[in-house]
């Protein structure tokens, strides 16, 4: 008797055309929103470096009597400027979200309906390897971590 051949098969679930349509149209009005998101910290920390500046060159003035309660207000400002910097950090975050939902929206309108000839692909870049960006849980003034 002679062995019989047989090619493994990979697992894979028929879905609905309509379903995948919808999955798909879901993941890019998501990646839509997480951009306009990002646009929104973005103007955001914009006006808030400039009333942080402002208020930190008033409070520079050398008319201005040196007290204790003058100087923690100070620190405080510099502290504030300082978490501001969380910004970068979410847009990292949300620009990484995005490419991943926008790749699997393709990935899977590709996988499910194929091309047609003619049909130009979208041009998605690979959907990242590293789960997340940004390591950095918390600052500390001074302190830097380059990722």
């Given at each position: 008797?002679?062995?019989?051949?047989?090619?493994?098969?990979?697992?894979?679930?028929?879905?609905?055309?309509?379903?995948?349509?919808?999955?798909?149209?879901?993941?890019?009005?998501?990646?839509?929103?997480?951009?306009?998101?990002?646009?929104?910290?973005?103007?955001?920390?914009?006006?808030?470096?400039?009333?942080?500046?402002?208020?930190?060159?008033?409070?520079?003035?050398?008319?201005?009597?040196?007290s204790e309660a003058l100087d923690?207000?100070?620190?405080?400002?510099?502290?504030?400027?300082?978490?501001?910097?969380f910004q970068d950090m979410a847009?990292?975050?949300?620009?990484?979200?995005?490419?991943?939902?926008?790749?699997?929206?393709?990935?899977?309108?590709?996988?499910?309906?194929?091309?047609?000839?003619?049909?130009?692909?979208?041009?998605?870049e690979e959907v990242p390897e590293?789960?997340?960006?940004?390591?950095?849980?918390?600052?500390?003034?001074?302190?830097?971590?380059?990722?």
């Open positions: 008797m002679q062995p019989t051949m047989t090619t493994p098969t990979v697992p894979a679930v028929q879905l609905p055309v309509m379903l995948v349509a919808e999955v798909q149209d879901a993941l890019l009005v998501v990646v839509h929103d997480l951009t306009r998101l990002d646009g929104l910290l973005a103007h955001t920390m914009e006006n808030l470096m400039e009333r942080f500046t402002s208020a930190s060159a008033t409070l520079a003035d050398p008319a201005l009597v040196d923690a207000v100070r620190a405080a400002l510099h502290s504030a400027v300082t978490e501001l910097q847009s990292q975050l949300i620009n990484h979200t995005s490419k991943i939902l926008q790749g699997c929206a393709y990935r899977l309108a590709a996988e499910s309906m194929g091309q047609e000839d003619g049909e130009a692909v979208p041009f998605v590293r789960p997340n960006p940004v390591t950095q849980d918390e600052m500390d003034a001074g302190s830097i971590e380059l990722f």
